[in-house]
């Protein structure tokens, strides 16, 4: 099972955080266009989401990650979709739809951590931080490196958000 640390931020000054970011990056970056359609589970097992790319791939995508403001542990598992229309129509059918997320993702590496530059259809700019640790490592030592880059890219004071971003496109 794939774990890391998360943390999610709102961004004031998408252009100045793109700065920094690239400042710090160790690859180059890439644009992703995502459509994420979150399906219906009972509670306490986790979320359910369907990746849809811009080029045509997907992957489906099941995670358990508390939903709080800190740095915090998600474990997940992704499975590529040969079909990500078809495979929607049938998880829709079969569970529900709770709803869809649009986002455009500037993705940047810090080692091996992924620094996502997201612009989220009718929410605005956020940045997330995703610590890929290693088996049998502690969290406590990805929340570390995690906090420590929130400082690298000047967002320590940055408000963060709890939750997933379908959850604040449904508060509204």
């Given at each position: 099972?794939?774990?890391?640390?998360e943390?999610?931020?709102?961004?004031?000054?998408?252009?100045?955080?793109?700065?920094r970011?690239?400042a710090?990056?160790t690859?180059?970056?890439?644009?992703?266009?995502?459509?994420?359609s979150?399906?219906?589970?009972?509670?306490?097992r986790?979320?359910?989401?369907?990746?849809?790319?811009a080029?045509g791939?997907?992957?489906?995508?099941h995670y358990?990650?508390?939903?709080?403001?800190?740095?915090?542990?998600?474990?997940?598992?992704?499975?590529?979709?040969?079909?990500?229309?078809?495979?929607?129509?049938?998880?829709?059918?079969?569970l529900?739809l709770?709803?869809?997320v649009?986002?455009?993702?500037?993705?940047?590496?810090?080692?091996?951590t992924?620094?996502?530059?997201?612009a989220?259809?009718?929410?605005?700019?956020?940045?997330?931080?995703e610590?890929?640790?290693?088996?049998?490592e502690?969290?406590?030592?990805?929340?570390a490196?995690?906090?420590?880059l929130m400082?690298?890219?000047g967002?320590a004071d940055?408000?963060?958000?709890?939750g997933?971003?379908?959850?604040?496109?449904?508060?509204?």
């Amino acid at each position: 099972m794939a774990r890391n640390i998360e943390i999610k931020a709102l961004v004031a000054d998408a252009a100045a955080l793109r700065e920094r970011a690239r400042a710090i990056a160790t690859a180059p970056e890439q644009l992703i266009v995502q459509d994420d359609s979150f399906f219906v589970l009972p509670a306490g097992r986790g979320r359910l989401k369907l990746r849809q790319f811009a080029d045509g791939s997907a992957e489906l995508i099941h995670y358990h990650r508390a939903d709080h403001a800190e740095a915090k542990a998600s474990d997940y598992v992704r499975v590529p979709v040969g079909d990500g229309d078809a495979c929607r129509e049938a998880l829709q059918r079969g569970l529900g739809l709770l709803g869809r997320v649009r986002k455009r993702r500037l993705l940047l590496m810090a080692g091996r951590t992924r620094i996502h530059l997201d612009a989220v259809e009718g929410l605005g700019d956020f940045m997330e931080l995703e610590v890929v640790l290693r088996d049998g490592e502690a969290d406590a030592d990805g929340a570390a490196e995690a906090e420590a880059l929130m400082q690298a890219l000047g967002l320590a004071d940055a408000p963060r958000v709890a939750g997933a971003y379908l959850d604040l496109l449904q508060a509204r």
